[in-house]
């Protein structure tokens, strides 16, 4: 089971970070993923980890502003989001699956249950 958590209030401009945890699995084997959606959108890719850290993927309008990032020994994986706009407003999720790492949703096996970003104007 995975837990997101991080989302809150930030003015634009600002930065949060997000974690995912993972319980009862080890998350070091998976290549995990984040995701954002917008009521009444599509969950759209955000950025993506190789299971070792190896290797990174971003979505194009986050590049430059968020890293990804993953600790193996504390089984979690981290979203730094800086520099903050309104249109990064979602509710963000995690996911976590073995041999695929990309923007295809519909791979990725486990996901959290998200935690929402306001990033007010």
């Known amino acids: 089971q995975l837990q997101a958590s991080g989302g809150g209030l930030v003015q634009a401009g600002g930065s949060l970070r997000l974690s995912c945890a993972a319980s009862g699995r080890t998350l070091s084997a998976y290549n995990v993923g984040w995701f954002r959606q917008v009521p009444g959108k599509e969950r759209e890719f955000v950025a993506a980890?190789?299971?070792?850290?190896?290797?990174?993927y971003y979505e194009d309008s986050v590049k430059g502003r968020f890293t990804i990032s993953r600790d193996n020994a504390k089984n979690t994986v981290y979203l730094q989001m800086n520099s903050l706009k309104p249109e990064d407003t979602a509710v963000y999720y995690c996911?976590?699956?073995?041999?695929?790492?990309?923007?295809?949703?519909?791979?990725?096996?486990?996901w959290g249950q998200g935690t929402l970003v306001t990033v007010s104007s």
């Open positions: 980890i190789s299971w070792s850290g190896g290797s990174t």
């Open positions: 996911a976590a699956v073995l041999n695929y790492i990309g923007t295809y949703s519909r791979e990725y096996t486990y």
